[in-house]
């Protein structure tokens, strides 16, 4: 951390943010709409632009519209160019943590279609919390203003399935595998009883994402007074491998 990223306390400009979102929401226009705008300026030295506050809800539709770029195969590839990358050098001012799964074939900026300095990602195998896990969201949070939490889960995750053998009997874990399947448990014991698996393990899922939102809350102090002070939200969501889209949950 550093006094430049202390700087960062600043919110984010919508001007500032990803090119046809900020367009879109200015306009009320749908992503379609947006995938058409033109890009959008790097931002300046302070961060930038318009000095309009994102919220945590804008936060959300510009992610949801990514997500719909990425679902349709219409991806923009927004800030990756140069220019963008050398405008980001004196500081970030990403617009949404994303608490995400290490499986890879869920990365963030490709689900959401987002680019450099544009989301603050975290990510451990089944999104579980530890000290180090809250810590970087409380930074994000509290010293580059952040306004958006997601707790993104996916279907078919190793690590709920795990938990799922756990519960079974019939999981075989070893090394510190097990610490983190363990922690997975109790979304799978919350969960109702389901004789289709793949349905059971879907539910899981998304009990783990729910449940790692609520556990956020209690174990941060920093993340709740952000809540109830700047109107910070923590939205839960899975990703479905098949079609791509995040669904909130
Ligand atoms: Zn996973």
């Known amino acids: 951390m550093s006094d430049r990223d202390s700087g960062a306390l600043r919110r984010r400009s919508l001007f500032g943010l990803t090119a046809g979102a900020a367009a879109a929401l200015a306009a009320g226009t749908a992503p379609a709409a947006a995938a058409t705008a033109p890009p959008a300026p790097p931002p300046t030295p302070d961060g930038g632009g318009q000095s309009t506050p994102i919220t945590a809800d804008q936060a959300w539709r510009i992610l949801s519209e990514g997500n719909a770029r990425f679902v349709a195969g219409r991806?923009?590839?927004?800030?990756?160019?140069?220019?963008?990358?050398?405008?980001?050098?004196?500081?970030?001012h990403p617009f949404a943590v994303i608490l995400g799964c290490a499986d890879s074939r869920v990365p963030p900026e490709l689900v959401f279609d987002e680019g450099l300095?544009?989301?603050?990602?975290?990510?451990?195998?089944?999104?579980v919390l530890d000290t180090s896990v809250v810590g970087s969201i409380e930074y994000a949070v509290e010293h580059l203003g952040v306004p958006l939490i997601v707790v993104l889960g996916h279907a078919s995750c190793g690590a709920v399935s795990a938990a799922v053998d756990l519960v079974r009997g019939t999981a075989h874990l070893s090394g510190d595998?097990?610490?983190?399947?363990?922690?997975?448990?109790?979304?799978?014991?919350?969960?109702?009883?389901?004789?289709?698996?793949?349905?059971?393990?879907?539910?899981?899922?998304?009990?783990?994402?729910?449940?790692?939102?609520?556990?956020?809350?209690?174990?941060?102090?920093?993340?709740?007074?952000?809540?109830?002070?700047?109107?910070?939200?923590?939205?839960?969501?899975?990703y479905e491998l098949t079609t791509g889209a995040v669904t909130r949950v």
């Open 177 to 238: 595998i097990s610490t983190l399947v363990r922690a997975v448990e109790p979304a799978v014991r919350a969960t109702p009883p389901n004789p289709d698996p793949a349905a059971f393990l879907a539910a899981c899922v998304a009990e783990q994402a729910r449940r790692t939102a609520v556990l956020l809350k209690e174990r941060s102090d920093i993340v709740t007074k952000a809540i109830a002070e700047r109107g910070v939200k923590i939205v839960s969501a899975t």
């Open 75 to 92: 991806q923009k590839h927004p800030h990756e160019s140069l220019k963008w990358r050398e405008s980001l050098v004196k500081g970030q």
């Open 117 to 127: 300095g544009d989301m603050f990602v975290i990510r451990s195998a089944g999104e």
